[in-house]
């Protein structure tokens, strides 16, 4: 994946989840939509962050067979 | 004890037969949604297998022909356990998770290995046998209480036979849940890691949603 | 619920550190740092990634989402209070999170890692007993009405000592190195998890830090009531050493052996419940 869009998903799904975060807090946002916004970005966030903190993309290889 | 996946959070009625959403139920009925879509948008996976006697190994193909069977198969057993999560009908829970038996044969069945199609065939088998005391344990739902809405029953206010329950669990027993599970085990053997995930997650939803409407009837 | 999701990843990676390091010194060995599990989770993290060429990619990527997602929505469950029966869920669904993990790679390793989490489906029962054995009592089953339920008759740890003993064994049954994880025993490399590497495998990480804290928790939420935030964190760190001392004590099973015990213990506590019911 090209980092750009690592920190792009990253971004968006921690604004997000802020965003939902400060609506629940004012009492805009229910609570079970804030849930849910943090269920789904939090995963996305996770591996944004790692995709676009990852050293580089290596070659696709077979899987591990020995030792 | 009407609530024990949660309180209720939408209702859709199809005249007399209701569906209903909890977070239990709607828990289910998002996994089910994401694998089916899982399904959808993923190639199989190619097993590599050792060749014995030497460094070579090999990877099993797909053919396109049976990936399509397959996929049809995978996507139809994603809807039924759907199906299955939300509805609020006690024959139609019957009738899709017997849905989900024969879709989860049909995943398999199209596997060209006699392992594989040696366990789908048991697996049939059992669960062709399983619809039996499922169907029943409706009809004594029906006959003795005159209505297959769950929301009707849970109130409590007509006794359920517990044999009606128990031919109940043992229907989606043979369905797929443990002990008879174990003999799925060898259905995993199959390649084609999205669509075998179906057979395993519809027996997982299917035992979870029996569990529920069990402890609500 | 940002901060608390944040503090039982990192905490959960702590106890996962912990239960390592009493393992090693009851081995007499001097063992990891028990931060440990935290520094694997950053290391992995920013290692080099890829799929391996086999793999199902959709399903590869997606079952970590999954993973993750999941026990994101068990913490939001057990927080405010909601069903334990979503716990169930979640817990169970588990199983389809290792088996993903294990086929989508197309590695044989993997793969035998997953058709064994397939066959251990009987360790799931013991948990269906104890939910059954808390609604007997309760009459219900939200986390709140329980907590309040103990609150007025006392802990269940006391009232239904057996139902306990059956969400213990469910909670060794998810320990690493236990007697039961034979779905990542060395014989096979990993298990499940051999060819998710680099940021995959610190996904995988993050929820098994989150699995460890939302078990422990609900543990004690159910049993034991609510307690305040300290004495939660102690018990949990309790409860996990006691666990240390089975796993480190016991030697993991072969897989038919551990399918057996499984399935004994879900057949006892399985008898249990229905004397409970037939007695109410």
Known sequence: MNKQYALALMLVSAVSAAGALALNYWGILPFWAYAAVLIAGFPLFLLGLGLYWMAREGEADMPFLGY | ?217 | ?280
């Open chain 2, 1 to 217: 004890m009407n609530e024990i996946g949660g309180a209720p959070l939408f209702f859709l009625e199809f005249g007399d037969i209701v569906i209903y959403f909890t977070p239990f139920t709607l828990t289910l009925f998002i996994l089910a949604l994401v694998f089916t879509v899982f399904v959808l948008v993923s190639r199989p996976e190619r097993q590599i297998d050792i060749a014995f006697g030497g460094d070579a190994y090999y990877a099993k193909e797909i053919s396109l022909s049976e990936l399509r069977f397959r996929r049809f198969m995978s996507i139809a057993c994603g809807l039924a356990c759907m199906g299955a999560m939300v509805t609020g009908d006690v024959f139609d829970f019957t009738l899709f998770v017997s849905l989900v038996g024969i879709c989860n044969v049909g995943i398999v069945a199209a596997v060209k290995s006699r392992h594989v199609q040696n366990a789908a065939y048991q697996y049939g088998l059992v669960a062709l046998a399983g619809t039996v005391p499922m169907f029943s344990a409706a009809a004594m739902i029906a006959a003795t209480t005159g209505t297959l809405s769950m929301l009707e029953l849970a109130k409590g206010m007509i006794l359920i036979p517990v044999a009606a329950k128990a031919l109940l669990v043992l229907g989606v027993m043979g369905e797929g849940m443990a002990p008879f599970y174990a003999a799925k085990a060898e259905m995993f053997r199959a390649p084609g890691a999205p669509y075998v995930i179906m057979c395993s997650l519809s027996s997982l939803l299917i035992f979870l949603r029996v569990a529920e409407v069990i402890l609500l009837l």
């Open chain 3, 1 to 280: 619920m940002i901060a608390e999701l944040l503090f039982a990843v990192f905490f959960g990676l702590l106890l996962l550190g912990i239960h390592r390091k009493v393992i090693a010194r009851i081995q007499r060995r001097p063992g990891p740092p028990v931060w440990q599990e935290i520094l694997h989770m950053l290391k992995f993290s920013f290692k080099t990634t890829w799929v391996p060429a086999t793999a199902s990619t959709a399903l590869f990527c997606g079952v970590v989402l999954v993973a993750i997602g999941i026990w994101t929505a068990a913490l939001v469950v057990v927080l405010s209070g909601g069903s334990l029966l979503v716990i169930f869920a979640i817990y169970m669904l588990h199983k389809i999170v290792e088996h993903g993990f294990g086929l989508s790679s197309g590695s044989p390793y993997g793969k035998f890692g997953g058709v064994r989490s397939v066959i251990s489906a009987a360790s799931e029962i013991p948990l269906f007993v104890s939910v059954a054995a808390i609604a007997i009592f309760t009459q219900s089953l939200m986390i709140t009405d329980i907590i309040a339920y103990q609150e007025i008759n006392g802990p269940l740890l006391i009232t239904v000592p057996l139902a306990a003993l059956a969400m213990y064994v469910v909670l060794l049954s998810k320990m690493p190195f236990g007697p039961f994880s034979i779905v990542e025993s060395k014989e096979l490399v990993s298990g499940y998890k051999t060819e998710h590497f680099g940021v995959w495998r610190a996904g995988l990480e993050v929820c098994n830090g989150l699995k460890t804290y939302v078990l422990l928790l609900t543990f004690i939420l159910v049993f034991i009531g609510n307690l305040p935030f300290w004495l939660v964190i102690l018990a949990m760190v309790i409860i996990l050493i006691t666990l240390s001392f089975v796993c480190a004590l016991s030697p993991m099973l072969s897989p038919y052996d551990s399918v057996t015990v499984q399935t004994l213990i879900a057949g006892l506590m399985v008898a249990y419940v229905a004397l409970l019911g037939v007695m109410s």
